[in-house]
């Protein structure tokens, strides 16, 4: 379960994140939904112990985030937007390091390593050094090297970016997979019908607070819409603004 009350995170005078609070579940996926910018990725970092926040407390597995980030990264996967790895070692070099840095027994990380290996299919890159691996492979190894030590949360920042079709079905019944174990997960992504489809609850952030927030139907009620698309683009006033935009480019051409 992960508890978030009143959090907020300044960067010098930029407020990232201006008081949220929402609570996931265990058992749950929870869709953290907004334009750019709107302080997404913030707010998942601070829940995975990599931020500080500036104010607010957040619980993740009943574990203070600002007192004890080390206990909290021990219990999160997390799988940042960009994968951050090292280029010069190879995937199989990684694997064994991150293994060897979170105390997993030899036999349980070759097993875990065999069994996500084989589901994102990446058999053939585990000896090339990963600066040469193209960008969905680098995400795969991401999704992997998050996994490893069986976390009972995930944050995923738009986690199926550059995954095929393939990989990405395979990620959604993963992580479908997860929820019925009771795992918390934390999604973010631009593809709404992609939230549309896997998440229970959804968060909309929008300038760093949080606009909206409820199930899909919840939300289409609370908006007067029909889909996820037309809700988001009312919630965060872009909808007529797109229209007058389309107009001008109509009329400029
Ligand atoms: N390290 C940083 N230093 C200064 N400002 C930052 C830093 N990280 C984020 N910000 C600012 O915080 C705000 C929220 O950024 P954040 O990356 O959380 O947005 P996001 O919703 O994840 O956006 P996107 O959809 O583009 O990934 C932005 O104004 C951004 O410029």
Known sequence: MIEVDGLVKKFGDTLAIDGISFTVYDG???????PNGSGKSTTMK???????????????GGIDVAKNPLEVKKIVGYVPETPILYESLT???????VGSIRGIPKNKLEERVNYFVKAFGIEEY?????GTLSFGTQQKVSLITALLH?????ILDEAMNGLDPKTARILRELLLEFKREGRSIVFST???????????????IYKGKIIAEGTINELKEKAHEENLEDIFLKLTESKDEIYGIVQALKESL
């Open 28 to 34: 749950e996926i929870y869709g953290l939904l907004g």
């Open 46 to 60: 601070i829940l995975s112990g990599i931020l500080r926040p500036t104010e607010g407390k957040v619980l993740v």
């Open 91 to 97: 995937p199989s070099e990684l694997f064994n390091f």
């Open 126 to 130: 585990l000896e090339q050094f990963i």
């Open 150 to 154: 069986d976390p009972h949360v995930l």
């Open 190 to 204: 631009h593809v709404l019908p992609l939230a549309e489809m896997i998440c229970d609850r959804i968060g909309v």
